[in-house]
């Protein structure tokens, strides 16, 4: 097929944002290359016909020949199966294949080189975890692989907020998701978004997309969506469109229009229930080889895992006969010890005498004693042996065990004390401890642990990145410097004039006037989100709104118009920076004493380097000013700065 053909998929309907140029009825057709390679978001309320819009888009690719992959969360798309022969796979019977991460790999060849049309169903799975794995290695896999095949091919992402969602809290999933719209064109690999909520979409997302699809919305958070990007006349008519009936805004041809999408011509799976008795259609099977080439897939993970539960088992029963060999070798060491301490105190009892007692001697062959206060000295000593396994083994045993005298025969000569050996203060003989004076233990304290830093540090840099004045600048600042300089002068040419429109704004600039030249040099600045279509191919300078947006509008507009200034340092000649440009200076502060910005952006106060006063206080007070416009984060590191300096 060529780039020239496209699809049917709806007609121009009456009412506001309706196309001037057409009758109503007329045909509404999609190019195929865009439909395919492009970034588009489909949103409505429920009810309003948005999986109907998706559906038709689907009908009309797949008639034409071109696989397509959906990624399911509701499962409502299998009644495409009542016509064509398309892979269902998820993780329900009803499925022609269960399928894991493991097969991530096979249905991205499926797709891409044989052309198997695919509904990815991940309503079914238990885990959350495991549809959010197995999307992702799919998604993975067909980015990698249209970097060699660039094969156009259409990704439908259903309910895209759960994964790409507005307030944060975004995974690896959404992340993969954001990389493919912003870099998958390049490859062939196009991407829908589907969504009730335009509001908890991300505005990354949005901003990206070459065709949207506005159905029916009621929520205020939703209409001003609408409104930011379409237009203020758009927020409310949207609120009255019919079922199937949606703005229409489409890049290739810069035009908003007011159509009716077509029915979809399968089993409406989504439908809500009603009182009527629920007929499933008859459905086409796909071919049994492509299910058998996943199904051993299948039987090979199911071997695998079967084998990982075996050495498992095998494992658990080796440490339970390893915990057992412990436990009898603690209880040989035990009786060895025993055994060790007995011995020492037999030994002790026979020398006594040649270390200055009154035991027996060895060679009198125990002469001299009773018999009795040898046996009694024995058997004590075996006691004590005994007393002395049965204590804590980090006492020491041969402090616990040296009794190689008797009870009668303590008191040894002085010469006999180790003169190496410190002397003794305490009255009972027992070792010195390391408390304190007064006798109480040390104190634990728990050290402060590189993991806690870093963990401190990561709690700041969020902080910083979810909107702090800092972040903000910079943010806008280095997209407007990422521009080219023509570009840079046709954004300056929509600050001056609110509104106009690409050719005004690249002869302003200095360009030449050519319509193909102009709108070459328009694409950055729209893309960057700058500037915003303001309605009948004319735009509107859009940097203060962007800055209403990062703060939800929870800034006075004083407050924005600093912002506003700080940011325009980056692209707007020192001679123009009054905001806005066509102003009274007494409106924005200049030269009235209010705060005005400097070259780089910061915040200057107001007489500062006037010597009319002179005083140090009010020099103290304006080295302080500054901190005051930052994020309650970014003033505590300023505070920290200045402390240690001082």
């Known amino acids: 097929m060529t780039e020239q053909e496209a699809i049917h998929v709806a007609d121009v309907s009456e009412g506001i944002g309706g196309d001037a140029t057409a009758e109503p009825g007329s045909p509404v057709e999609l190019p195929v290359v865009d439909v395919l390679t492009g970034r588009s978001f489909i949103t409505g309320k429920s009810g309003s016909g948005k999986s109907n819009t998706a559906s038709v888009v689907i009908e009309n690719l797949l008639d034409n020949g071109f696989p397509v992959m959906i990624v399911d969360t509701d499962g409502e798309y299998y009644g495409l199966k009542e016509e064509y022969e398309i892979l269902h796979a998820g993780a329900d019977d009803e499925c022609d294949i269960v399928v894991s991460p493991e097969h991530a790999e096979k249905l991205a060849n499926l797709a891409l080189e044989q052309n198997v049309p695919i509904i990815l169903d991940v309503s079914g799975y238990l885990e959350e975890d495991t ?95 609408v409104g930011r990007i379409l237009g203020s006349k758009y927020a409310s008519a949207v609120e009255d469109l019919g079922d199937g009936e949606a703005f229409l805004m489409t890049d290739w041809d810069e035009s908003i229009r007011r159509i009716q999408f077509h029915r979809k011509q399968t089993f409406d799976a989504g439908a809500t229930p009603g009182l009527d008795d629920f007929e499933r259609p008859e459905l086409k099977s796909v071919s049994s080889d492509l299910v058998g080439e996943l199904q051993s897939i299948s039987d090979e993970e199911e071997r695998r895992e079967s084998e990982i539960a075996d050495l498992k088992q095998d494992l658990d029963k080796r440490d339970q006969r390893i915990q057992e060999l412990e436990r009898e070798l603690e209880d040989a060491r035990d009786l060895s010890n025993m055994a060790d301490q007995f011995a020492q105190a037999l030994l002790g009892k026979a020398e006594a005498p040649y270390r200055g007692g009154n035991g027996p001697s060895v060679a009198a062959g125990g002469e001299g004693t009773t018999g009795d206060d040898g046996d009694q000295s024995v058997l004590k000593s075996y006691d004590e042996a005994v ?38 203060d305490s009255p009972t003989g027992e070792t010195p401890t390391d408390d304190s004076s007064d006798g109480a233990p040390v104190d634990d304290v728990d050290p402060v642990t590189r993991a806690d830093v870093a963990e401190s540090a990561l709690r700041f840099d969020d902080a910083v990145e979810l909107g702090t004045r800092e972040a903000v600048i910079e943010e806008l600042r280095s997209r407007i410097e990422a521009l080219p300089e023509l570009s840079q002068g046709m954004l300056r040419h929509y600050r001056r004039e609110g509104v106009s429109d690409p050719v005004a704004a690249h002869i302003d600039a200095g360009g030449d006037g050519d319509s193909g030249h102009a709108y070459s040099r328009h694409r950055p600045i729209r893309r960057a989100g700058v500037i915003r279509h303001a309605g009948r191919g004319h735009y509107a300078y859009a940097v203060p709104d962007l800055i209403r947006e990062a703060y939800a509008d929870r800034l006075d507009e004083e407050s924005v118009r600093e912002i506003v200034r700080a940011v325009e340092t980056a692209f707007v000649p020192p001679a123009e920076r009054s905001y806005p440009p066509d102003a009274d200076p007494a409106e924005v502060g200049v030269g009235n004493g209010s705060a005005e910005t400097d070259l780089d952006g910061e915040v200057v106060s107001p007489g500062e380097g006037d010597d009319s006063d002179g005083s140090a206080s009010e020099t103290e007070a304006s080295a302080d000013q500054p901190t005051s416009h930052l994020s309650d984060a970014a003033r505590k590191i300023a505070e920290r700065g200045h402390t240690v300096d001082e």
């Open 131 to 225: 549809a959010n794995e197995l999307l992702l290695e799919v998604v993975k896999q067909l980015f990698a692989k249209e970097k060699r095949l660039k094969k156009p091919f259409l990704l439908v992402v259903e309910e895209c907020h759960e994964y790409i969602p507005e307030g944060g809290g975004m995974d690896e999933t959404g992340k993969m998701l954001i990389k493919v719209g912003k870099r998958g064109r390049k490859h062939g690999l196009g991407i829908v978004g589907i969504s009730q909520r335009p509001a908890d979409v991300k505005k990354d997302f949005i901003t990206q997309c070459d065709w949207l699809c506005w159905h029916r919305l009621t929520w205020d958070n939703d209409t001003k969506v």
């Open 387 to 424: 007393a002395a396994t049965e204590r804590s083994e980090d006492a020491d045993g041969d402090a616990d065990v040296d009794t190689d005298t008797t009870a009668g025969n303590r008191d040894t000569a002085p010469n006999d004390t180790d003169s190496d050996a410190p002397a003794d």
